[in-house]
């Protein structure tokens, strides 16, 4: 019966000893799994053209035991490209191995967002990473999902107003403003909504080929502020603005040029003669040295004249003048127009046939204060019924509605625009 006794009692302190020995620690301790978690920190929870988006990851090991490998998976969207933490060297495939990672420690990695520009789209998109880490023969994973936001206008406004939509409106439209100040007719009459499309279209005329050549390889650093690709700034804009005014000042100060010149040309009934013949030859050189002749559509009548000038709205058909030099009031001037006539040989119907040196005539005199210049056969008006000609005395010449009339020319010396007789 002691035996028995003596033999329980050992194997229950045998069972004691087994239970609390330390290898049993050591075998609890292997069989538990390690607390692992995995941060993701972003710099900014945007991305835009051409800024990068810098982020840390971290692998923290909370446990006492030692991870033995860990390998992360990086899921990126098209609209993503995924670079090292240079943000020039993709990392391609999406994966990066931590290897060894000690209880409770830390590993880093540092990477990079961009862009891809060909597939970008404005909208929230979501950073998928999976680590995967394995421990004696076990294995276990951690995922983390990260949102980030693709802004393709821009944080930056001018009056409520993304500075990148600005920068697409504002030369086009800047451009528009300045010609409209300048009184360019399309511009003025453009509406308000029809001035902005332009304003993008025009905007996009202007600095695309900048873009194009900033982007190239070889591009110079020149190029880089009328980049459209880049993000917009204020100084950026800036220039886009600049280039838009000065673009705009340059062809609004031509047309005015052009304008004032074309406005100069106008002859009205105050003017000599003289300065009529010159204006009419100056702003219509299709002078034929003939007649001119003008059908209404719509009753036939016919308007015969020497030249003629066009108008907006209006033809103003000219008589045929008459220069008597011995009329010149001074006498070194007729001497001049004597020797020029003498020059050309002395035929006066040549001379008469051409522009150029009827001008030369008129220049000759412009001084000239006395009256040697006059109708010798006005505009005439002809019923092609009864074949009555109505003539316009003292007109230096008429006015008649362009779309009510044809034109036509008829070569014939006698009825040049100016007759020259001694």
């Known amino acids: 019966m002691k035996i028995y006794k003596l033999f329980l009692t050992a194997l229950i302190l045998s069972w004691v000893l087994l239970m609390f020995a330390p290898g049993a620690v050591v075998h609890a301790q292997e069989v538990k799994s390690p607390t692992v978690v995995l941060n993701i920190s972003l710099q900014q929870g945007k991305i835009r053209i051409n800024e990068p988006i810098p982020a840390i990851i971290s692998v923290v090991n909370q446990s006492d035991v030692n991870i033995d490998a860990a390998n992360l998976s990086i899921f990126v969207p098209e609209s993503l490209v995924l670079y090292d933490q240079t943000c020039n060297t993709l990392l391609q495939p999406a994966d990066y191995g931590f290897g060894e990672i000690k209880a409770n420690s830390v590993k880093t990695q540092n990477v990079c967002f961009k862009l891809n520009l060909d597939k970008a789209y404005a909208g929230t998109y979501n950073l998928f990473f999976t680590l995967i880490y394995t421990w004696g023969e076990k294995t276990n994973l951690v995922t983390v999902e990260k949102p980030v936001e693709i802004d393709l206008i821009g944080g930056e406004t001018i009056l409520g107003i993304p500075l990148a939509f600005a920068g697409f409106v504002l030369p ?175 035929d006066v119907g040549r001379i008469c046939a051409d522009s150029q040196k009827i001008l030369r005539v008129i220049e000759l005199i412009s001084a000239d204060t006395g009256k040697a210049f006059e109708i010798s056969q006005p505009v005439a008006r002809i019923n092609p019924e009864t074949m009555a000609t109505e003539f316009f005395e003292n007109l230096p010449f008429y006015e008649i509605k362009k779309e009510e009339y044809n034109a036509s020319l008829v070569g014939n010396e006698e009825t040049a625009l100016l007759e020259i007789v001694d």
Do not use: C
């Open 172 to 346: 086009g439209l800047m451009l528009l403003m300045t010609l409209k100040w300048f009184k360019v007719p399309w511009a003025v009459n453009l509406a308000t909504e029809d001035r902005i499309i332009y304003g993008v279209f025009i905007s996009l005329l202007l600095l695309g080929p900048f873009s194009y050549f900033a982007n190239r390889p070889d591009a110079g650093a020149w190029l880089q502020p009328f980049n459209l690709n880049e993000q917009v700034n204020f100084q950026r804009l800036a220039i886009f603005i600049a280039i838009g005014l000065v673009l705009g000042v340059a062809i609004g100060s031509n047309h005015a040029r052009q304008t004032q010149k074309k406005a100069q040309l106008l002859i009205n009934f105050r003017d000599s003669y003289n300065l009529v013949i010159k204006k009419s030859l100056l702003s219509n050189q299709k002078y034929s040295g003939g007649s001119v002749v003008f059908q209404n559509k719509a009753n036939n009548f016919r308007i015969i004249g020497a030249h003629y000038v066009t108008t907006d709205t209006l033809n103003q058909v000219l008589p045929q003048f008459r220069l008597t030099v011995s009329q010149i009031a001074d006498d070194e001037i007729k001497d001049k127009v004597r020797e020029y006539l003498a020059q050309e040989g002395g």
